[in-house]
């Protein structure tokens, strides 16, 4: 598949058979991720990968939806602010989301090539994430949690609604 094909192939899973996600399929994902550049090459990120029926078990709750009741692998993205890079000079914005972006794209994709399900996540209960992962430091926040597994195939792929080139493109 080139890159092409995973990006036009690629959907926001909600529906997940209850089958693990092997070792070497997420360590292909996090060597994908760990090659994902970010402003002044800082990587201000941490990356939790969640497995465990007991994490799991937290994590769900700081996102409670029946559809992650099946996912066996949950990967969760940390912004840590004070390692970021901010545009001092004109007017301090972190570029922590920004990286942070990008780092989880590179996820996504790369559990497309595997063959994986995988759904981008923002809409949790930060508090509840943080003391789900022991995350104490004031300084790092967690950002997206991307649940991966197995797709259930007999749940139809939802059509990509896309706006045309022309409706998005600006050539000067």
Same mark, same amino acid.
């Given at each position: 598949?080139?890159?092409?094909?995973?990006?036009?192939?690629?959907?926001?899973?909600?529906?997940?058979?209850?089958?693990?996600?092997?070792?070497?399929?997420?360590?292909?994902?996090?060597?994908?991720?760990?090659?994902?550049?970010?402003?002044?090459?800082?990587?201000? &990120?941490?990356?939790? $990968?969640?497995?465990?029926?007991? *994490?799991? /078990?937290?994590?769900?709750?700081?996102?409670? !939806? +029946? &559809?992650?009741?099946? $996912?066996?692998?949950?990967?969760? *993205?940390? /912004?840590?602010?004070?390692?970021?890079?901010? !545009? +001092?000079?004109?007017?301090?914005?972190?570029?922590?989301?920004?990286?942070? /972006?990008?780092?989880?794209?590179?996820?996504?994709?790369?559990?497309?090539?595997?063959?994986?399900?995988?759904?981008?996540?923002? /809409?949790?209960?930060?508090?509840?994430?943080?003391?789900?992962?022991?995350?104490?430091?004031?300084?790092?926040?967690?950002?997206?949690?991307?649940?991966?597994?197995?797709?259930?195939?007999?749940?139809?792929?939802?059509?990509?609604?896309?706006?045309?080139?022309?409706?998005?493109?600006?050539?000067?």
């Amino acid at each position: 598949m080139d890159l092409h094909e995973i990006i036009a192939k690629r959907f926001s899973v909600r529906n997940y058979i209850d089958k693990k996600v092997e070792k070497e399929k997420i360590d292909y994902i996090l060597d994908c991720a760990r090659l994902a550049p970010s402003a002044c090459n800082r990587q201000p &990120w941490t990356i939790y $990968v969640a497995s465990s029926p007991d *994490v799991l /078990a937290n994590l769900k709750l700081a996102y409670a !939806r +029946e &559809w992650m009741d099946k $996912v066996s692998t949950i990967i969760v *993205v940390s /912004a840590h602010h004070d390692q970021s890079w901010h !545009r +001092e000079r004109f007017d301090n914005k972190d570029h922590s989301d920004v990286d942070l /972006a990008i780092l989880a794209d590179h996820i996504i994709l790369a559990a497309t090539q595997c063959g994986l399900g995988s759904c981008w996540v923002c /809409a949790f209960e930060p508090d509840l994430c943080r003391k789900a992962l022991n995350i104490d430091d004031a300084q790092e926040e967690p950002v997206v949690m991307i649940p991966i597994g197995y797709a259930d195939s007999s749940v139809a792929v939802p059509e990509k609604k896309r706006k045309n080139i022309s409706d998005i493109v600006v050539l000067k």
